[in-house]
């Protein structure tokens, strides 16, 4: 039995945060932005508005179009990095918003992996035969742990997220295979240093601006470009296949440079890689399941399709999974 997705959506803030806006904020400009980065606006949550809010808006799509009743739900993830609380998972929040009174779940903390590690984890308990229904979100609110004064990171990130349910499979469509892995000697190039047990939350970490981003972006890209491009290679290699075989390639959004040097790597064809960075900036744990539903809701995925999904975040995590693609 495989897991397949049977329904897609995705929620994106209405507040726009456009290149130009962020000139009279710091020393930047839209032309640096685009060149490096690919990046002309991204989405921001309004004041009030949590990364459970989004989960919800997201779920309750999910709900409609596959026409299932909240309590038919019985499995919610919530790939997360910005979880509206430390205690109380954002998964829990969620289900509480929707009603989905016969689920359990948690959040998965992968940094921009999150969804590819969320999709591993209910694939298993969907395939296991004893849960039939399964949420599977990835949402950040990153404008929460963004520091607008710093512009190695403020440019680059923003809010949204999507997500997928997941249903049992008796056909060959579905989640074919994935690779995932960690290295927490990565860790130093992309955290946030306060606010865990490692630095609690204290007047002096404020004052350092240390409960916000902070990142490394030079020794990032190299490792991103690398490993998502060796992570896709080595999934398509053990499945026998070549880029020639795939419909689309659908890879975290965090860099255009990024997204372009590791499907060259990969030996990918531009009109085959879905890139919608230029709109919503990094959503961190978003990007994936928004693209999904932008190709989906597009016409680009039909039933048989194959889609190679691959990422890359702090952690490091990194991962791909192959998808063959049913009827969402
Ligand atoms: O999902 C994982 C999350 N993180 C990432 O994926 C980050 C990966 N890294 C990157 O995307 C890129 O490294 C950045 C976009 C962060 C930076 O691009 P870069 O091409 O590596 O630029 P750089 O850091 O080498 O900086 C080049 C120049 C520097 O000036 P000088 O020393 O050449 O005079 C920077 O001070 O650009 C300057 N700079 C900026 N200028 C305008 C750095 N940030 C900015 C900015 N606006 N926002």
């Known amino acids: 039995m495989k897991a397949k997705i049977t ?44 990364t459970s809010d989004m989960g919800t808006q997201i779920a309750l799509q999910l709900l409609e179009k596959s026409g299932k009743d909240p309590e038919e739900i019985d499995l919610i993830l919530v790939a ?39 999709m591993e984890t209910a694939s298993k308990f969907i395939e296991s035969g004893r849960y039939k229904n399964a949420i599977v979100i990835g949402a950040d609110t990153m404008s929460s742990i963004i520091d607008y004064t710093d512009r190695d990171t403020c440019v680059i990130f923003g809010d949204g997220g999507g997500g997928v349910l997941l249903e049992s499979s008796d056909d060959d ?7 995932l892995y960690i290295d927490g000697s990565g860790s130093r190039y992309l955290n946030v240093p306060a606010g865990g047990s490692a630095h609690p939350t204290s007047k002096d970490t404020v004052d350092k601006r240390m409960h916000f981003v902070h990142q490394d972006g030079k020794p990032i890209f190299k490792f991103a470009v690398k490993n998502m491009a060796d992570v896709s290679k080595q999934i398509l290699d053990q499945n026998k296949l ?20 590791a499907a060259k790597r990969c030996g990918l ?28 809701e597009s016409g680009r995925l039909e039933h048989g399709d194959l889609l190679l999904l691959a990422a890359f975040g702090g952690g490091f995590t990194w991962g791909s999974m192959l998808i063959r693609w049913g009827d969402a």
């Open 7 to 50: 329904a897609t959506a995705s929620y994106l803030p209405e507040r726009i945060l456009t290149n130009f806006d962020l000139e009279k904020m710091v020393d930047t400009n839209d032309e640096w932005i685009r060149s490096r980065t690919g990046i002309e606006t991204r989405h921001l949550v309004k004041e009030g508005e949590a």
């Open 80 to 118: 997360t990095s910005t979880p509206d609380y430390l205690v109380c998972s954002t998964a829990a929040l969620t289900q509480d918003k929707i009603g989905a009174k016969n689920a359990w779940g948690f959040d998965i903390a992968a940094a921009c992996s999150g969804f590819i590690f969320a």
């Open 173 to 179: 469509v579905g989640i074919l295979d994935s690779i």
């Open 242 to 261: 070549t880029g020639d075989d795939l419909k689309l390639f659908i890879p975290h959004q965090a860099n255009r440079r990024i997204i372009d040097a």
């Open 269 to 296: 064809p531009e009109d085959k890689v879905f890139i919608n960075i230029h709109k919503y900036g990094n959503t961190t744990a978003g990007t994936i399941p928004i693209a999904l539903n932008e190709a989906a």
